[in-house]
């Protein structure tokens, strides 16, 4: 089946210790994105890729970098992880950036920071 | 600031009967809306939308009402399934944003 897969589903990494985080798709979707989730919290978007084009939310922290290196693939880097980054990273596609464009999203990467 | 409020965190309601989840929103500009569902351990799941021309989209169970006076939308599930227990998250999104604004989510459960 076509599908959003997300690896790991659960990461664990030290204070300050540089994590990533990958998600790939078979979906040949246009667009990737990254999305922030915490605990009982809105889902809140980081940044998406167009293609290669990429789009960076204006209140997403420097801290967060991203990497789409071809179609199939995005990754959430995570330079220096305070304890605030702890939280559930959704990535989503979907064909085109319009509302009615369906997005998919794969099961998430939970981040633990210690 | 929260443009999209579910205000029930949680909802429990008994097999067969009416699931009613609700939505408020504050951007009179949002003019898409969108309710995903989420089962454990997974990502959310595209469920059923209403476009701002409309006030009303059913498909099958589900029956999505939008009254856009009000900034309120509403999903009713009908009858309600155990299957149907998930976290059902609200999203709106305007002409002039490629992006959707999620609610925190409703977690309703459907006992026998």
Not at chain 2, 5 to 12: A, D, E, G, I
Not at chain 2, 79 to 108: E, H, M, W
Request: proline letters at 6%.
């Amino acid at each position: 089946d076509a599908m959003v897969i997300q690896n790991p589903r659960y990461q664990v990494t030290q204070f300050g210790k540089p994590v990533t985080l990958s998600c790939s798709q078979t979906l040949n979707h246009n667009v990737m994105y990254w999305y922030q989730q915490k605990s009982s919290q809105a889902p809140k978007l980081l940044f998406h890729y167009y293609d290669k084009d990429f789009n960076n939310e204006a209140d997403t922290p420097d801290n967060f970098q991203s990497r789409r290196p071809n179609t199939s693939f995005c990754f959430l880097d995570i330079r220096s992880p305070g304890l605030g980054d702890a939280a559930m990273y959704l990535c989503a596609t979907s064909r085109g950036r319009v509302a009615t464009d369906t997005q998919y999203f794969g099961p998430g990467t939970r981040l633990t920071v210690l | 600031d929260q443009q999209v409020k579910q205000n029930s965190p949680s909802l429990s309601v008994q097999e067969g009967r009416i699931s009613i989840l609700n939505c408020d929103y504050t951007n009179s500009m949002f003019d898409y809306f969108l309710w995903y569902k989420k089962y454990p351990a997974e990502g959310p799941t595209f469920l059923i939308s209403i476009s701002s021309i409309k006030d009303k989209n059913e498909d099958g169970r589900f029956t999505v009402f939008l009254n856009k006076s009000a900034k309120h939308l509403s999903l009713h599930i009908v009858p309600s399934q155990p299957g149907d227990s998930a976290v059902y998250f609200c999203a709106a999104s305007s002409d002039n944003t490629d992006k959707l604004i999620f609610g925190t989510g409703t977690r309703l459960q459907v006992f026998p």
